[in-house]
């Protein structure tokens, strides 16, 4: 690969700084090219124009730095931003979505000069490593083509789950749609006897770097035909991510047929399985009624050690605003009702809150799926602990239960704790790019009053703040509401639709409608 040009920009408001780097740059062997700007102002078309690989900035410890990363994170998030400051050092550090950063003190020339030095030729490395991507891309978007018009049945699989296939693949097992193939496990095609042969070959293809040799085997079709064919896994790439692809070539059809693969009862069933089989909650199963966001009668999805779903509906404050509704599962012990806080609090963070998690979204995606070709007008906030920012496990359970029903996945409003964001900051990113892929919106429930929250909300840009349920009591009790409006205020004008919740009165409902909130929650009715 050829020598890169290294492309530097110095925002010149300090003449030791810039007489500083210019003197460590010029004795670099690295080939590079240094542009001056005078001002943040000017720096947005040289950052469009350039996409420079180092971004030099004096550092002042009383202006806050979060302005700049984000502006780098909008318009080049692969530049790294260098502070230079007299005598403050700071490693290499990664902020969200993935913008680098670093202090360098002046205070010591030669390390200066070294470092910089580092940050040349990381960035040259960085700079091979996105070509690298972009021509691997380039060939899995070839290579995707190829597989669209093959007459060969192809399909792409990871940990024995469909990620995609060609027409050729859908046409010869008989799936209706693509989001039928992601449902189906690819061992559930193999007829029973063979389904360990194969799945040792599935597993060894997960981890291998190699092709597989042919493997003859006994398929099955949706609709119970059996036929013999000739299978092999080969290593590939599908949208960045490692998966394999299964070549599937069909030499003798019309066997014995058997049963058929299609089920008509309920799509949730593994899942419900699943569930049933996880320990329960330290709860007494009992039954609770549904309260359904539509007229008609809705379709109640199984229960669970005694759970129901039940859906609150949120007051909106302008009619333009979808409606949406809380989806929080509920408990009875004997005589006592646990409602979904009380239910929370006694699980806490740890497996049992996850399982009620996973359940409470798999009741919602069932509820909206179970609409059939009449997409629901509304859409539904659920509520999840930690566990998915911080174990890959659950996040990957998440997303294949959301990446089975796409249309589902677009009318659900996950929220994330904002004390649970800020523990696991640098996950966030990875996890947000994931639900913007599903179609999932963003939002982040509990937030506080404080500038960092104010500042978190702005970059991440959720669709959705529910305010900490602290500031509003403090609000009720002192009739003091000056911090929560100004709050609401701070975050309408970020473009964040805002829930004010446990609004239980009519005179505080008379205050949220003077505040520039989007939605209310409470028993408060007008």
Not at 208 to 236: C, Q, Y
Request: charged share 20%.
């Amino acid at each position: 690969m050829r020598k890169q040009k290294i492309h530097c920009v110095v925002i010149d408001q300090d003449v030791e700084v810039t007489a500083s780097l210019d003197a460590a740059l010029r004795h670099s062997d690295v080939l590079l090219e240094l542009k001056q700007v005078a001002s943040v102002q000017q720096l947005i078309p040289v950052l469009q124009e350039l996409q420079p690989h180092l971004l030099f900035c004096p550092h002042e410890k009383t202006k806050p730095a979060t302005d700049l990363l984000e502006t780098l994170q909008r318009y080049s998030p692969d530049t790294l931003l260098v502070w230079v400051a007299r005598d403050e050092w700071q490693g290499l550090t990664t902020w969200l979505m993935g913008v680098e950063s670093c202090i360098l003190p002046l205070n010591d020339l030669e390390y200066f000069s070294q470092y910089i030095d580092f940050l040349l030729r990381y960035s040259a490395i960085k700079q091979d490593f996105r070509d690298c991507k972009h021509l691997l891309g380039v060939a899995e978007l070839r290579c995707h083509w190829l597989v669209d018009y093959s007459w060969e049945a192809i399909a792409y699989i990871s940990q024995g789950m469909h990620l995609y296939a060609n027409n050729a693949y859908v046409t010869l097992f008989g799936f209706e749609s693509m989001a039928e193939v992601r449902s189906m496990p690819v061992a559930h095609l193999v007829d029973t006897p063979e389904r360990k042969t194969f799945e040792a070959m599935s597993k060894a293809a997960d981890v291998g770097s190699k092709p597989s040799n042919r493997l003859l085997i006994t398929l099955r079709t949706l609709d119970g035909e059996r036929m013999r064919a000739e299978i092999r896994f080969i290593p590939a790439v599908l949208k960045g991510k490692r998966c394999t692809q299964l070549h599937v070539r069909p030499l003798e059809r019309n066997m014995l047929k058997g049963v058929s693969l299609r089920k008509q009862d309920n799509p949730w069933e593994a899942t419900e399985q699943r569930l049933q089989h996880a320990p329960a909650p330290r709860v007494a199963p009992a039954e609770v009624s549904v309260a359904s966001p539509r007229a008609v009668a809705p379709l109640v999805p199984p229960t669970v050690a005694g759970m129901k779903m039940v859906f609150h509906k949120l007051q909106r404050m302008k009619e333009n605003l979808p409606s949406i509704y809380l989806a929080e599962p509920e408990f009875q012990q004997k005589a006592q009702q646990l409602n979904y806080a009380a239910l929370v609090k006694q699980l806490g963070n740890g497996g049992g809150r996850s399982r009620l998690d996973y359940w409470n979204l798999g009741q919602v995606v069932l509820r909206l799926s179970s609409q059939g070709h009449e997409k629901p007008s509304y859409l539904v906030f659920v509520s999840v602990g930690g566990a998915i920012l911080n174990n890959e496990t659950e996040l990957k359970r998440v997303v294949e239960l959301l990446n089975a029903a796409p249309d589902a996945a677009k009318r659900i409003v996950l929220a994330f704790p904002y004390q649970d964001c800020m523990a696991h900051l640098a996950q966030l990113g990875k996890v947000i790019k994931l639900l913007k892929a599903l179609g999932v919106r963003l939002a982040i429930d509990g937030l506080p009053d404080s500038p960092q929250a104010l500042k978190f909300a702005q970059v991440v840009k959720p669709v959705l703040v529910r305010v900490d349920v602290g500031l509003v009591n403090e609000s009720i009790r002192s009739t003091n509401t000056e911090r929560l409006q100004r709050l609401i205020y701070q975050l309408a004008d970020s473009r964040c639709k805002v829930i004010i919740p446990c609004v239980q009165d009519k005179q505080f409902l008379r205050v949220a409608y003077s505040t520039a909130a989007a939605y209310v929650q409470g028993g408060a009715m007008t």
